[in-house]
């Protein structure tokens, strides 16, 4: 009797365990629902090619951040380093693109920047055996310093026609997402990516398995460090410039869309479509209190509130039952 599940056994499991995947992050995507609802409602020009592009546009870098974030949360570790990899790829963006390598040679470097500096992290971690924690917040500073380095004030450019392109009126920045996300599910079906989960939810059973949990866990980091440099870039081409502390908030805001999202401290729990819908939510949050008239102290308060609650509400359930 063979031991290999046919197609159609394999489709009949997929949505069951999708479905499963999803059951602690519903109540996150009820919540993301309600607010879009509001948001349109406040702001009827979402529903235009215009307004959807501005609004995709402002949530793009921190939807980029959050699945650096949580690629490395999926595999047990954490960066502290996220703000200061996007002020470098911003600096490096703004310095380069319109020099003699052009945009084709400083989008490399960008791209560079960040599978270099986020690889080399990765094999510290990993090689040392040192808490992730402390790697990249000492590596937070040498990268601030470096981004400051390379730009001790705001200034640079961005061509202006690459600005247009992806800070127009145009929904770049929906389909780049959209891109990202496939190019994500294609990694998940690779040797590294399957081991993604198990170097993450039980390092030691995977590896005395035969699983390449060291080279997950650095390609992990190098694929973080690739998303920040490239979140970077984005906020330099919405700018128009570059800014050496651009990123700084974007550090606490990618660990609040993970967790927000149900990706685990411990590693191998959670997805990244539940940090992508974490990401959503801090965005429209923002928005619609915006247009409420929110005081930005007030702001601060309702985000706090709203998080607690959207954390708290699946975990009150798991007690429960």
């Known amino acids: 009797m063979s031991m290999v599940a046919s197609p159609r056994q394999a489709g009949a499991l997929y949505w069951p365990v999708q479905l499963r995947r999803n059951a602690g992050v519903r109540g996150l995507f009820a919540v993301v629902m309600v607010f879009l609802v509001a948001y349109g409602f406040l702001f009827p020009g979402l529903l235009t090619a215009s307004g959807f592009a501005k609004f995709t546009q402002s949530w793009f870098p921190l939807a980029l951040v959050a699945m650096a974030q949580a690629i490395l949360m999926l595999t047990g570790g954490i960066s502290l380093a996220i703000g200061a990899m996007v002020s470098l790829g911003a600096v490096i963006a703004a310095t380069t693109m319109t020099g003699p390598l052009g945009v084709a040679g400083g989008a490399a470097a960008v791209a560079l920047a960040g599978i270099g500096i986020g690889g080399a992290t990765g094999l510290i971690v990993v090689k040392l055996r040192l808490p992730s924690i402390v790697v990249t917040l000492a590596g937070s500073f040498v990268i601030g310093g470096a981004a400051l380095l390379i730009l001790p004030r705001p200034g640079g450019a961005i061509p202006e026609w690459l600005s247009e392109l992806l800070a127009g009126n145009t929904p770049a920045a929906f389909v780049l997402l959209v891109l990202i996300v496939l190019l994500w599910k294609l990694y998940l079906a690779t040797p590294l990516g399957l081991s993604l989960y198990a170097a993450g939810e ?120």
Do not use: E, H, W
């Open 202 to 321: 039980n390092p030691v059973g995977a590896y005395r398995s035969g699983v390449p949990v060291d080279g997950a866990r650095v390609a992990a980091y190098a694929i973080s460090g690739l998303l920040c440099t490239g979140a970077g870039l984005f906020v330099a081409a919405q700018t128009g410039s570059g800014d050496p502390v651009i990123g700084t908030a974007f550090t606490l805001n990618s660990i609040a869309a993970a967790v927000l999202g149900g990706i685990g401290f411990l590693g191998g729990q959670g997805t990244m479509r539940g940090a992508l819908a974490g990401s959503l939510l801090l965005s429209l949050m923002v928005s619609v209190m915006f247009f409420l008239g929110f005081t930005p102290v007030a702001q601060y308060v309702a985000q706090g509130l709203i998080i607690i609650g959207a954390v708290a509400i699946p975990q009150f359930r798991k007690v429960q039952q």
